[in-house]
């Protein structure tokens, strides 16, 4: 997540950041390289020219603190203005005081609506916010089919109507549906179209008149940069957003549309989500000053350790960190059972941002051992893994060159796919030792 913005950001802040004395030409010079950093990331050119100014007026002609370097000082300003950037506070759903609470999911089709609206239900189960689902796009039958199929995944209820084009009596029995079902929060996942058209926009104004939603929050794919602020902007202004919700945040997005959505919208449609991975629980809340954090390579344990909590296997994850810890150390089964793992807490570039420094190349560098945990490649590890015989997974140095080619062949792979994970299993090892520390780490910060 924003590996390049990240690299960039941090690239250049450190060649300021080591400095005695920082002169005016210095700052600007080097905010200048910022701005351009920003614009290249497709944020807007107002909000880039904004944030530099702002950080500018606190840094030129700023007096240098005892013990504090003025290159730290202003890295600490970047900060304080990306999290300003970025909306300054988390904003949460509000919650009707009289349930259940109504949302409205809107966007563009492609943009991961209906996933979102699932990912949504099975967060706020866990928040113990009673979810009820209703599939309101009733021009993309598939989008009714998919959206029963992730409800059932989530275990939550949903309403639907295959057939039915008024969207606004489907509605109203599914709002009455869920009041049936005790239903806290209900999740309305509306039609979307290619393109912002009027229709589209009537039929939403129309439902907003007769079914009067608590939260309006559009989904958004990050990885369009300008074009989602674009599109936030036009649904702000048609229908009154209040919330933002970002998918794809775990592709190649450059951070425009998460550094510009809050002041293109004056503030009123603050980032309350981001989709993190094509998991159901794959979504977290949007929390400014973590995110900033990431950005700057300065880490976000605080996230890494809450996703850990509510993905992990809490007793295999400590019985396979204490193993990885001995002077035998893990074996490959053990090491399987590591990448399943590993691959419950997202794309491993995501694990990387969270952890202090992790932006660096060097350290991206050094993920590439452990690539292993890619989904698409997990399937061939498998293979690979349990062609061996119980002995040779638990003592790989037996593995000769004969014993690998009988390997490859019965896994399907080729024998230099073997030689590679051999090689990443002593690098999983020093992996999962840092990921020891996850379960205490809440209560150290």
Do not use: C, W
Not at 124 to 146: H, N, T
Not at 235 to 255: C, I, N, P, S, Y
Not at 327 to 350: N, Y
Not at 381 to 407: D, F, K, N, W, Y
């Amino acid at each position: 997540m924003f590996d390049e913005l990240s690299e960039r950001l941090s690239a250049v802040l450190g060649q300021l950041r080591g400095r005695g004395v920082l002169t005016e030409e210095a700052v600007r010079e080097g905010l200048e390289t910022v701005r351009r950093v920003l614009l290249e990331a497709d944020v807007g050119f107002e909000a880039a020219q904004q944030f530099t100014d702002r950080v500018a007026e606190k840094a030129v002609g700023l007096p240098a603190l005892k013990g504090v370097a003025p290159g730290a000082q202003l890295v600490k300003f970047v900060h304080e203005e990306l999290i300003r950037l970025l909306g300054e506070q988390p904003a949460a759903i509000r919650f009707a005081s009289v349930p259940p609470t109504v949302v409205f999911l809107v966007g563009l089709q492609g943009s991961g609506k209906t996933t979102t609206a699932a990912k949504l239900a099975k967060r706020l189960v866990a928040e113990q916010k009673a979810p009820f689902l209703i599939a309101a796009d009733v021009y993309r039958p598939a989008a009714i089919e998919q959206l029963v199929e992730l409800a059932q995944r989530a275990k939550v209820g949903v309403h639907f109507e295959p057939g039915q084009q008024d969207v606004v009596a489907l509605v109203k029995r599914g709002l009455d549906a869920a009041r049936k079902a005790r239903a806290r929060t209900v999740l309305v996942d509306t039609a979307g179209r290619l393109a912002i058209d009027t229709e589209m926009m009537d039929e939403l104004a129309r439902l907003k008149a007769a079914v009067p939603p608590h939260e309006v929050l559009l989904v958004a794919d990050g990885m369009t940069g300008q074009d989602a602020v674009r599109i936030a902007r036009g649904f702000h202004e048609t229908v009154g957003l209040t919330g933002v919700v970002l998918t794809k945040m775990d592709g190649d997005a450059r951070g425009g549309a998460a550094l510009t959505i809050h002041s293109a919208t004056g503030g009123g449609a603050p980032i309350k989500y981001i989709g993190t991975g094509e998991g159901l629980e794959a979504i977290e809340p949007f929390r400014p000053d973590r995110m900033a954090g990431r950005m700057l390579a300065m880490g976000d344990v605080l996230s890494l350790v809450e996703r850990a909590e509510q993905t992990l296997d809490r007793e295999k994850a400590e019985r396979l960190a204490r193993k990885a810890t001995t002077k035998q150390g893990m074996d490959l089964s053990d090491f399987l059972d590591a990448l399943r793992e590993t691959q419950k807490l997202g794309p491993l570039e995501s694990i990387l941002s969270m952890l202090p420094g992790g932006g660096g190349a060097q350290a991206r560098e050094a993920m590439k051992a452990v690539k292993a945990a890619d989904p698409k490649r997990l399937k061939h590890v498998e293979a690979i893994v349990l062609s061996m015989t119980p002995e040779e997974r638990q003592h790989p140095e037996l593995l000769s060159g004969s014993r690998r080619a009988r390997v490859a062949k019965g896994a399907g792979r080729p024998v230099q796919e073997v030689n590679r994970l051999l090689a990443q299993f002593k690098e999983m090892g020093k992996f999962m030792k840092g990921m020891k520390g996850l379960k205490g780490m809440r209560g150290a910060i």
